[in-house]
């Protein structure tokens, strides 16, 4: 099967070329656009740093089930230090379940997993680890502001709660809600809480923000602004952020690297890495490699729910 991927052709220029896929390893057909560019471009070349997050043939099995079967299993994985990185895969392939690893709520059956150096339970006491949810989960009696504040005063009696409240307030200003501080959740759009949310989490100042979803609920032109508030919020904090998501062109928008996952078991069958410089933008979809990314995806994607993809 002859495969079309972005790089660069025999004459040096830049373009499409053909790659044998019997040959050539899934892993290895990633999307390489300009090499320097791909690299070291922009803001990716001012905030991609070392391995922040590490994972060795790591396995995840069902709790309570004795050798059963794995939900995960031989993830290897390296998420460089200030990087945007989604995974993306069919239903059950467990995007969550290692969003969760990566967050200190799942232990592995097997392997290692390093994050900032410390496994994932002491970087969750630390604080380094935010997470956000698919569902907003505010307190319905609480503001804005009072929600925002209430994950670091209570992972934190130490802090006062003014400083906290401080420190919500800022955080609630960069997403977007100055002017939101004390409203109630019923006084919010969908779009409002999940900013909210957001806010909570980065109200703990952590260095990586695990997002699982966080826009699923959404219709497409709020899903599409709070694409745009994420990269906001990287270009402002250059934190590390990993995005479980079912939207391929969320992926390639916000991504340097995306993850595609396959099932039975729970595996990542291929990484690709998106060859657009940052900062992105509206502009970014017009990008001819932009749909190259896109089409390259979708093909891991459909090969991942165990269907060989139609030839071109």
């Known amino acids: 099967m002859i495969e079309r991927v972005m790089g660069r052709n025999e004459n040096g220029s830049e373009g499409i070329r053909q790659v044998n896929a019997a040959s050539e390893p899934a892993a290895n057909r990633t999307l390489s656009g300009n090499p ?11 905030k991609t740093g070392p391995a922040m997050i590490t994972a060795q043939n790591i396995a995840i099995s069902y709790p309570g089930v004795k050798n059963g079967p794995a939900v995960i299993q031989d993830i290897n994985l390296s998420i460089r230090d200030g990087s945007i990185v989604s995974l993306i895969g069919p239903s059950g392939c467990g995007k969550s379940t290692l969003l969760k690893a990566i967050a200190g709520l799942v232990p592995p059956a097997k392997g290692r997993m390093d ?16 997470l956000v949810f698919q569902e907003a989960n505010l307190l319905p009696w609480k503001t804005a502001l009072d929600n925002a504040a209430f994950l670091l005063q209570v992972s934190d009696k130490s802090i006062p709660a003014n400083e906290a409240r401080e420190r919500a307030a800022e ?3 960069l997403v977007g809600l100055g002017e939101a501080l004390t409203k109630l959740p019923s006084q919010l759009s969908g779009g409002m809480r999940q900013r909210a949310s957001i806010a909570r989490a980065l109200t ?19 899903r599409e602004e709070m694409s745009y508030l994420i990269l906001d919020i990287w270009e402002r904090t250059g934190k590390t952020i990993v995005l479980v998501t079912h939207s391929i062109d969320e992926a390639v928008l916000l991504s340097h690297e995306v993850h595609v996952m396959g099932v039975k078991p729970g595996r990542i069958v291929c990484s690709i890495t998106v060859p657009l410089a940052f900062p992105r933008n509206s502009q970014s979809f017009a990008d001819p490699r932009f749909r190259e990314t896109e089409i390259l995806l979708r093909d891991r994607l459909i090969e991942s729910h165990g269907r060989p993809r139609q030839a071109s």
């Open 36 to 46: 320097t560019e791909n690299a070291t471009t922009g803001r990716q070349a001012e």
């Open 115 to 130: 994050i900032a150096g410390v496994t994932p339970q002491e970087a969750a006491q630390r604080r380094l680890v935010g």
């Open 171 to 173: 955080n609630l200003r």
């Open 204 to 222: 703990l100042n952590p260095q990586i923000l695990l997002m699982d979803e966080p826009f699923g609920a959404l219709d497409a032109i709020t």
